[in-house]
């Protein structure tokens, strides 16, 4: 009998990347929906993500929590999905994969929330500066349709969504290989399908 995966989201959360990722893996999954506040800081999913936020997931005995990570885990758990490179060839997926969480996610809410590091602050902060890393993303990207190799992989689900929320928000727009990255990713079947159930979880909740 198989494990029951278990999703801990909100419609309008970062979860939406693990969703992406739960389409394109294609085992059944069950959503658990949370509101922010009371339902995320319950003491029963504090038992799940003892620091009250989503995305979450259950897998059998196994919780993963954070993006990133969930990501990975998914891709590992699911082979047959063909969302991660051979593990001899795995030196980009990790890189970029964790590049994206450490440094692109900070970098791009900081810049979002006003927070710029003065020089003598860059020297602080895992990214440094907000141009220094979305310019190292852009090399990363430039005339590439994948991250890692020839094949998508879920370095492309956390980072492509990444960027996507940057594009959207506006903070990224600036980097034309970013964009250029981005609209070679937005159509995928699994992420419309993610989206769509997304919009549908949001409604039913109006």
């Keep these: 009998m198989s494990k029951e995966l278990v999703f801990y989201t909100n419609p309008q959360s970062r979860g939406n990347i693990v969703h992406w990722m739960l389409e394109e893996v294609g085992a059944p999954y069950r959503p ?19 620091m009250g936020k989503v995305p979450a997931i259950r897998h059998g005995d196994q919780v993963v929590t954070e993006g990133a990570a969930i990501c990975a885990y998914l891709a590992d758990a699911f082979p047959e999905a063909g969302l991660a490179p051979a593990p001899a060839e795995r030196g980009d997926y990790y890189r970029w994969l964790f590049f994206a969480a450490s440094c692109v996610e900070h970098a791009w809410t900081n810049q979002a929330a006003g927070f710029t ?12 500066s907000y141009e220094a890393t979305l310019n190292t993303l852009a090399k990363a990207v430039a005339g590439r349709r994948y991250l890692a190799g020839d094949r998508f992989s879920a370095a492309d689900v956390y980072v492509g969504r990444t960027i996507g929320y940057g594009i959207e928000f506006g903070n990224m727009r600036g980097w034309p290989e970013l964009v250029a990255y981005w609209d070679g990713l937005k159509n995928r079947p699994a992420l419309l399908r993610a989206a769509e159930q997304a919009a549908q979880w949001q409604a039913s909740k109006a």
Excluded at 35 to 47: C, F, I, Q, T
Excluded at 117 to 128: A, D, I, K, L, S
């Design 32 to 50: 658990v929906l949370l509101e922010y506040g009371a339902s995320m800081k319950a003491p029963e999913y504090l038992a799940i993500n003892p």
């Design 117 to 128: 590091p003065t020089q003598e602050q860059q020297r602080m902060f895992g990214y440094g």
